[in-house]
């Protein structure tokens, strides 16, 4: 499945493939991956704009290429997504103790701790 984020770029509808983000303080524009999701003060870029990219006089860029392998599921990744979904699975100690409601509001509850 591609990047469903077009480039920021006007009249551009080229898919976005890296995020650049400005860092007023330091004079500089960092240009790394595609973010996760879409932040109001970052810019997606297509991958020609990423590459005639410009800033001002005095400015500097830094360009983030991540190794292509990092980016893929490793065996330690699927191992903990194992590990959690056995967990979540496994039925809890002392489990026959029913939470007790103590206060209600709207559609929130608030439960005693069984603990204490």
């Known amino acids: 499945m591609g990047s469903l984020r077009k480039c920021s770029r006007s009249a551009c509808a080229r898919p976005a493939v890296t995020t ?3 860092v007023y303080a330091d004079s500089t524009a ?3 991956p595609l973010a996760t999701y879409a932040e109001p003060h970052c810019y997606d870029l297509c991958s020609q704009h990423s590459e005639r990219l410009t800033v001002p006089r005095g400015w500097e860029v830094i360009r983030l290429a991540p190794d292509p392998e990092s980016l893929r599921p490793s065996a330690d990744d699927l191992e903990a997504l194992a590990n959690a979904v056995r967990e979540a699975a496994r039925p809890r100690e002392g489990g026959s103790e029913a939470a007790t ?3 209600r509001r709207g559609h ?3 439960l005693r701790n069984p603990d204490r």
């Open 20 to 22: 650049l983000t400005y």
């Open 30 to 32: 960092v240009l790394g």
């Open 101 to 103: 409601e103590v206060g």
């Open 108 to 110: 929130l509850r608030v």
